[in-house]
Each structure stands twice: as structure tokens, then as C-alpha cells.
């Protein structure tokens, strides 16, 4: 069975930072393709950032030069490493198991003062 489990969402001051973890289980992480999304209120859900099995990586030109995303095959996880926050990063994160239809439940960032 598939699993994905966010964590470390919060709140956070503009220019702080914040670290999301995405815990995978029941697939062999290492053959997949990770992408962090995100979904503000009344928004579509947009992808954030993305890296392949390879570690090659891709951003949304709203994140490139704050956020980066990383992966730990050994602890079969993902993270986004967000710095320079701005209000406008404030949404619910999701992990998605490569272009499949599993995700995880979200984790809320808010960003504000």
C-alpha cells in the first residue's frame, strides 16, 4: 500500500524559512520521481518543484533561487527547503509520487506576520 506523509508545515514570518519532509512506504522510492505542489485558497494546484530518480531538478520560476528540493533514497523521503518566504508561498503542500494519482494528505504553510 502506498503512502505518502507530509510534515513540517507552520507558520512563519515573510523571509523565514520552513523545511518539508515527505515520507514514502510500500514502493521502492528509488525508481520514482518525486514533485512537491502546492494549492492556495482559490487557486488550481500547481507543481513547485520536481526531481527525478537521477536528482535532476526543475522549479516553478515563482520558487527558483528560494526553494530546493532533495531526496534521501536511503530514508525513502523527499524535502523542499523553502527560504525567503513570501505571503504569496502561503498554501497547503502536497507530495505526489511522480505523475501517479498518489499524494500525500498536505501539510499548511501560512505565511505572515
Known amino acids: 500500500q502506498v503512502q505518502l506523509v507530509e510534515s513540517g508545515g507552520g507558520l512563519v514570518q515573510p523571509g523565514g524559512s520552513l523545511r518539508l519532509s515527505c515520507a514514502a512506504s510500500g514502493i521502492i522510492f528509488s525508481t520514482y520521481a518525486m514533485g512537491w505542489y502546492r494549492q492556495a485558497p482559490g487557486k488550481q494546484r500547481e507543481l513547485v518543484a520536481f526531481i527525478t530518480t537521477g536528482g535532476s531538478t526543475n522549479y516553478a520560476d515563482s520558487v527558483k533561487g528560494r526553494f530546493t528540493i532533495s531526496r534521501d533514497n536511503g530514508r525513502n523521503a523527499v524535502y523542499l527547503q523553502m527560504n525567503s518566504l513570501k505571503y504569496e508561498d502561503t498554501a497547503v503542500y502536497y507530495c505526489?509520487?511522480?505523475?501517479?494519482?498518489?499524494w500525500g494528505q498536505g501539510t499548511q504553510v501560512t505565511v505572515s506576520s
Open positions: 505526489r509520487l511522480g505523475l501517479t494519482a498518489y
